[in-house]
């Protein structure tokens, strides 16, 4: 009796052992692609970045051009209705199944969310200084022919107030490119980083390094939440990892400074 009912409590055990290991190496499994596909996502996102940072930069410097241009027009009688095209850009790359990935960081995840949120700022602000830029030649058109209208026209005016328009939408996209481009770029090296260090062969060791609290020494419950998933922590991370964050984004700013050369 005890054996005919040892059996079937032994099968059904070692089933659920069974499942319970499937299910460890199913999640471990899919934990790699997901390290994986942010890799391969982010390179793409930064390269994007870069290249758009580029042709903005360059955009920038011909708007500066023009202002200088402008400005040295000496004739009384002169309207200035000269312009330059917006750059052809193409939407940054964003992989929005990211947000949704279970990588065991709390790090991570959270910069993730913050890239995919950033990229996405970016595509459409770059897409509205398109339209900006182009609503500033229509009002600079109609500027010209109302004072071409006017009995008593001022073109100089007309210059300078276009120039000051330039000059202002100039300064809106370096600030742009100094600011909001330069943190995504350095959230997306962070990640880049990280990512890295978690997909290497001692990648268990530094995530619990970093991250864990199991069987770490604190002297009272308030000492491991401090340790523990907050934004203090975020910050710690980014100190630990600061040097090959600058280290890998000096070394993307020389490549390009040598493919431009």
């Not at 055990?13 to 319970?20: E, K, M, P, R, V």
Request: include cysteine; hydrophobic fraction near 40%.
């Amino acid at each position: 009796m005890a054996g005919a009912a040892i059996g079937p409590f032994l099968a059904v055990t070692l089933s659920a052992i069974g499942f319970w290991i499937k299910s460890i190496t199913t999640q471990r499994n899919d934990r790699k692609e997901f390290l994986r596909r942010i890799e391969i996502s982010i390179t793409r996102s930064l390269d994007d970045t870069f290249k758009a940072r580029e042709k903005l930069r360059f955009f920038v410097s011909r708007l500066r051009s023009l202002m200088a241009e402008i400005r040295a027009v000496t004739e009384h009688n002169n309207f200035s209705l000269d312009t330059i095209n917006y750059p052809s850009m193409r939407d940054i790359y964003r992989d929005i199944d990211i947000p949704n990935f279970k990588v065991k960081s709390y790090y991570l995840h959270n910069k993730l969310l913050w890239v995919d949120a950033g990229i996405k700022e970016t595509n459409e602000t770059i897409l509205a200084f398109k339209s900006d830029f182009a609503e500033l030649q229509r009002k600079n058109e109609l500027h010209v022919i109302l004072m071409q209208q006017n009995r008593t026209p001022n073109p100089p005016q007309q210059r300078a107030d276009y120039a000051y328009n330039i000059e202002c939408f100039a300064n809106a996209v370096d600030e742009f490119i100094s600011t909001s481009m330069a943190q995504g770029i350095e959230f997306m090296t962070q990640i880049k980083i990280y990512n890295d260090k978690m997909r290497g062969r001692k990648g268990f060791w530094f995530l619990w390094r970093h991250e864990g609290t199991k069987f770490k020494y604190f002297r009272n419950k308030a000492g491991q939440k401090t340790f523990a998933r907050n934004l203090d922590s975020m910050d710690r991370i980014d100190k630990t990892i600061q040097f090959d964050v600058t280290n890998a984004i000096n070394k993307a700013e020389e490549r390009l400074t040598r493919l431009a050369q």
